[in-house]
């Protein structure tokens, strides 16, 4: 494992919901420029920013118009390197999101892609439709594949009587890495943001760039075709090109996304002798509460999480730790019944017990929830939308029915203001913002708890600092020592200590007899009585190592 890695903390920021500076509603580069000193104030290594690119916004900048530019509701390219200088001087490093799966419809290759005699119409992947007839004029999709957003993962195209693949929506057409110019193409990005002082990228859906033949595939997790295109050689082989002609030698902090990877697959991806990725997300733990597919959910089993997580810090090398992201809902709301600032701290403390690099997204550090959407004209994310869509028109659930299942799992979720005070619009903007700003805004903002030495904020500044400083917690080994949905002991061992946690989820006091070294717990007082956990408690101990110990 890359031991420079082991004990950084990187913090996400959407910008659209972070900070807006001009009053126009939504959260810009300014804004993130005037919260520098709080973001410093958590200690964190890296920012990691979604998409700034220049964009239409259908997949709110994950579908890029111009790699070149910046888009212009976040501001300019001055805007841009003034961030990168001030962030320098705080001794923050700069993370970008690097989207290169597929580009916007309205980018400029896209558009010259249209005629077939273009070079540009081989930057895509074009396929004619079967079945063509008279009755039949189109043909049909060239194969069973489906977009990850639902529906067919191919559009038909009028001007070239051709259909394009999309694996995500249609406004999103894949790049074709079979051919040697998009290859370039990407490397001409990806050195235009080293230059301009980037420390490294979030690579978006990075396992799915090779697709290895246009038949039909199989199914798995609500997806038909994957076998083609998740992972495939052709994949590894560009990642390996990629890490040696372009990312290694400038030494480029690269995280992937890399959707349907198993512990196997993320030590193939992260594999000292051929590099490919310094680190990858897991995703396996954020569907331990799914039935089948994301949006059906089941109960949450506690027991079930810390065993997902154990798997993969114990067989995985390298790992990219989080919680929440601007794709998940708010882990408070999704693994509990109701917000309790309790159980945002046990969260915390979990996180910060696990090996790897550890990543905070904008508002989990205050214990951020999901929104209460009363409408579905609440709604803004384009997944959530075509997945309702699907539900009501194809498989005709009813639209009450199908909004109580969109609400719960929207990326809306995570992408509503961040909380700055108890003022008219959380302090994010003067303006109506984008998206709603959640109702509880009142009792979970940063200047509440900035104020109060007993907060979930400063509970994680506390385990930053934590985790900056123990050697334990930096190279320790990983160690379950005892799990039930009640409760969890992990154990992290190094140099002949242990470093331990204990977790109560339960709303109950647990009996637990335990004579070893509190040194902290998520309540304010440091534990007197050791033969109980209190409801949602967690705490951290040491003792001098005995591998046989169970506790």
Known sequence: MNETLLNKVIYQIYPRSFMDSNNDGIGDIQGIISKLDYIKTLEVD???LSPIYKSPNFDNGYDISSYF????????????????????????????????????????????????????????????????????????????????????????????????????????????????????????????????????????????????????????GGLTGYDKYVSTHKSHKILRRLQEEVFGPKKILTIGETVFSTVKDANIFTNKKALELDMIFSFEHMEIDAIFLKWFHRKVRFKRLINVLAKWQTEVKQNAIYFENHDQPRSISRWFKKYDERQAKLLGLLLFSLKGTTFIYQGEEIGM??????????????????????????????????????????????????????????????????????????????????????????????????????????????????????????????????????????????????????????????KENKNFLLPYEGLVYQRKKNINDEI
Request: with cysteine; aromatic share 16%.
């Open 46 to 48: 890296y920012i990691w």
């Open 69 to 220: 530019e910046i888009n212009e509701e976040f501001g300019t390219m001055e805007d841009f390197h003034q961030l990168i200088e001030e962030s320098k001087k705080r001794d923050i490093k700069i993370i970008m999101d690097l989207v290169i799966n597929h580009t916007s419809w309205e980018h400029e290759w896209f558009k010259l892609s249209k005629d077939i005699n273009s070079k540009y119409h081989n930057y895509y992947i074009y396929k004619d439709g079967i079945n063509k007839s008279k009755k039949n004029i189109k043909g049909d999709v060239p194969n069973n594949w489906t977009s990850f957003f639902g529906g067919s993962a191919w559009e038909y195209d009028d001007i070239t009587s051709k259909y394009y693949l999309h694996l995500f929506a249609k406004e999103q057409p894949d790049l074709n890495y079979d051919n040697e110019e998009v290859y370039n193409e990407t490397v001409k990005v990806i050195k235009f943001w080293i230059d301009k002082g980037v420390s490294g990228f979030r690579c978006d859906v990075i396992n799915l760039l090779g697709k290895t033949d246009y038949s039909n595939g199989k199914f798995k």
């Open 369 to 526: 929830t999901n929104y209460p959407f009363s409408t579905f004209d609440e709604i803004r994310d384009i997944e959530s939308k075509n997945v309702y869509e699907i539900l009501t028109k194809n498989f005709k659930v009813p639209k009450k029915s199908a909004f109580k299942i969109i609400k719960k799992v929207s990326r809306d979720n995570a992408r509503t203001p961040m909380q700055w005070e108890n003022e008219l619009n959380a302090s994010f903007s003067g303006a109506e913002p984008w998206i709603n700003v959640n109702k509880n805004l009142s009792y979970i903002n940063v200047l509440n708890e900035i104020n109060d030495s007993n907060s979930t904020l400063n509970f994680y500044k506390k385990l930053i600092k934590f985790k900056h400083e123990n050697n334990i917690l930096k190279y320790g080994d990983f160690r379950l020592n005892k799990v039930n949905n009640k409760y969890a002991i992990i154990e992290r061992i190094y140099q002949n200590k242990v470093l331990g946690f204990i977790f109560n989820f339960t709303g109950k006091k647990t009996k637990l007899v335990l004579d070893f070294d509190i040194l902290f717990t998520t309540n304010s007082s440091l």
